[in-house]
């Protein structure tokens, strides 16, 4: 059912089918909007690797939670790329 009169619409109104959108993945959202890279340690410069998420932590988790060892190992998970420095 969804998206079967989208097709119709766009032959009426004499439009051609609109291009897929890229998907953005977070890293180039954070490039653009904060003008810097999100995996770049912001201590010596060298590059992060990424880990693990966790999911369904939202803000009220963090918020309710942010002393809680469990979350604070969670989030932490990000080490930078050179063995001497962790982040």
């Known amino acids: 059912m969804c998206g079967e009169k989208l097709p119709q619409v766009y032959r009426a109104l004499g ?3 609109p291009e897929p959108v890229a998907k953005v993945c977070y890293a180039q ?3 653009q909007f904060l003008s810097r890279d999100p995996f770049e340690c912001v201590l010596c410069g060298g590059r992060m690797v990424y880990r693990r ?9 963090l918020r309710a939670g942010y002393q809680s060892a469990e979350v604070y190992a969670g989030l932490t998970q990000a080490k930078c790329a050179r063995e001497s ?3």
């Open 15 to 17: 439009m051609d089918k």
């Open 85 to 87: 420095v962790q982040v």
């Open 29 to 31: 959202m954070v490039k």
């Open 53 to 61: 998420a966790i999911a369904g932590l939202n803000v009220e988790g």
